[in-house]
């Protein structure tokens, strides 16, 4: 697995504190990663899915609803490599 999450965390840090120099105890979490339990325990980057729909009631009608997934990429969004 690469490092590009720990760099890249790593410079908007260094920016961050440059943008904000009147602050103390700077801190950033590039979002978009999880753990995923396949062929062992890998973080892997995930872009989230908003998903909308009216849903079938018991009682008859439907109600709206809103749902989040997670599509998990195959590859590094920044460098290419296979996670
Ligand atoms: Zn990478």
Redesign the pocket.
């Known amino acids: 697995m690469?490092d590009?999450r720990k760099e890249i965390e790593k410079k908007l840090l260094e920016r961050f504190k440059q943008q904000k120099p009147d602050a103390k105890n700077h801190a950033v979490i590039l979002n978009g990663y999880s753990y995923v339990v396949r062929d062992g325990f890998h973080e892997k980057g995930y872009m989230d899915i908003l998903t909308n729909a009216d849903y079938p009631l018991k009682k008859g009608g439907f109600r709206n609803k809103n749902e989040t997934q997670k599509m998990f990429f195959s590859f590094?969004p920044?460098?290419?490599?296979k996670y």
Do not use: E, R, W
């Not at 920044?78 to 490599?81: A, R, T």
């Open positions: 690469c590009c590094c920044f460098c290419g490599q």
